[in-house]
């Protein structure tokens, strides 16, 4: 029974998947993912530590005795978690960009 060269290039991928043998295909999506991966990390980076700039200068981030306040407290953790996932972002992106995913 012959085969569309469509189907034996997607049995050959398969195949080659199965044994750990890296497309060009699966090359191509790694790039992608990694770029993705570091406009990620890009926006986190420059977009939470202005936004926390100005929450550490609002009034309500300290009480009147000068005592950071829950509105400082949760938006530092926000900030942390955002910096943390910047930094996943950019170690998932050099593992996916040197075949390490």
Known sequence: MP???AS????AEALAENVG???PHYAGRMV???VLLFVNAAFHTLTWPTFFRRVVADPRARDDAGRVTRFF???LALFI???VIALASVLAGIA?????L
Do not use: E, N, P
């Open 3 to 5: 085969t569309t060269s």
């Open 8 to 11: 034996a290039c997607a049995a």
């Open 21 to 23: 043998i890296r497309t």
């Open 32 to 34: 992608m993912l990694s």
């Open 73 to 75: 407290t949760v938006h």
């Open 81 to 83: 978690a955002a910096m």
């Open 96 to 100: 996916a960009l040197t075949g390490q």
